[in-house]
């Protein structure tokens, strides 16, 4: 089984930086694509940043500049360096993992979506 577990959320002042890190347990043949989601109170999730496995980023038009998408395969992490964080940034962040669990499922069908918990970014003034 898969898990993603988030950590390094909280709270933080306009202008602040964190860092969120996602770390990937379990049995995963292939990896797509790692990436981070944010889903705001009474808004839709959006995509934040993603990275696959060549190594090429993507980044939501509001975080470009600011945010910065990273792994490390030796740890199976993925992390999310956020920098100038604005209000608007705040909501629940999410790690997301593209990928298959054997070399059948990789061949016969597309990449499964799995997540992790959340952890809470604030920022607040």
């Known amino acids: 089984q898969v898990q993603l577990v988030e950590s390094g959320g909280g709270l933080v002042q306009p202008g602040g930086s964190l860092r969120l890190s996602c770390e990937v347990s379990?049995?995963?043949?292939?990896?797509?694509?790692l990436g981070w989601y944010r889903q705001a109170p009474g808004k839709q999730r959006e995509l934040v940043a993603s990275?696959?496995?060549?190594?090429?980023?993507n980044y939501a038009d509001s975080v470009k500049g600011r945010f910065t998408i990273s792994r490390d395969n030796a740890k199976n992490t993925v992390y999310l360096q956020m920098t100038s964080l604005k209000p608007e940034d705040t909501a629940v962040y999410y790690c997301?993992?593209?990928?298959?669990?054997?070399?059948?499922?990789?061949?016969?069908?597309?990449?499964?979506?799995?997540w992790g918990q959340g952890t809470q970014v604030t920022v607040y003034s």
């Open positions: 997301n993992l593209k990928g298959s669990r054997s070399y059948i499922e990789k061949t016969f069908s597309p990449p499964r979506d799995y």
């Open positions: 379990g049995s995963i043949f292939s990896i797509d694509a």
């Open positions: 990275i696959n496995s060549g190594g090429n980023t």
